[in-house]
């Protein structure tokens, strides 16, 4: 049997120092979703899964210190695909070849629904999360970054959602507790990957 070598996955893997997990991480959490989801035509539709945004994404969020990082699909073969490549690279030989890609890759749950994931951290926080929706629109009750930078600061734990595809359905958006503002550049064009969209929202909420 083939024994993989053991990373200090609660270190930080550039300084070697130990992370506390209690002063240093935001209770926060992070899903990326599937469904609910539109298409350029703006029908509800369940998107699929893609490679690229859970190395992404994962490496994003262990780099922030997001607690877990959930991959919200209904499908069964694409929860089945997830897993695959997870385990590839936290008990194949990826792990062996890039044990930092391991430590970030382990962060990700993969589940049915948001409302799963809010069980699971309901589970573990011993309360309900508040949820925060991202979108590339701008709602009339939006929160500035900076100000829920400052809400991240309590002990309430949040779930950020993110939205592949065209971005989250306006039925669960309203529903959420929270819409951050969108991100904005210096032309009209705005039609960010999530991937992007992820690490630049983790590093306005969370970044030194």
């Known amino acids: ?28 959490y992070v899903a990326l979703t599937h469904y ?12 699929a899964v893609t490679n690229l945004d859970l190395h992404d994404i994962s490496r994003a969020a262990k780099t922030y210190g997001v607690k877990s990082f959930y991959v919200v ?5 694409q929860q089945v695909l997830a897993q695959r490549i997870i385990a590839h690279w936290t008990d194949g030989t990826g792990a062996t070849y890039n044990p930092a ?13 948001i409302a799963d994931a809010v069980d699971d951290i309901k589970a573990i926080e011993n309360q309900d999360p508040k949820t925060v929706v991202t979108s590339a629109k701008k709602y009339p009750s939006r929160v500035s970054f900076a100000k829920f930078r400052t809400v991240l600061k309590t002990d309430m734990p949040h779930l950020l959602v993110l939205g592949t595809a065209w971005g989250l359905a306006e039925g669960f958006i309203s529903e959420a507790d929270h819409v951050l503002e969108p991100i ?3 032309t009209d064009y705005n039609h ?5 969209a992820a690490g630049i929202i983790l590093d306005r909420l969370l970044g030194v």
């Open 184 to 186: 904005m550049g210096s």
């Open 101 to 113: 890609r391991r430590c970030a890759l382990e962060t990700i749950k993969v589940i049915d629904s």
């Open 1 to 28: 049997m083939t024994r993989w070598p053991v990373y200090p996955c609660a270190r930080n893997w550039k300084t070697g120092k130990r992370a506390n997990r209690e002063t240093d991480m935001p209770n926060l």
């Open 36 to 47: 609910p989801v539109v298409n350029k035509s703006g029908d509800i539709i369940t998107s």
């Open 192 to 196: 960010l990957s999530v991937r992007t």
């Open 73 to 77: 699909t209904p499908l069964k073969d």
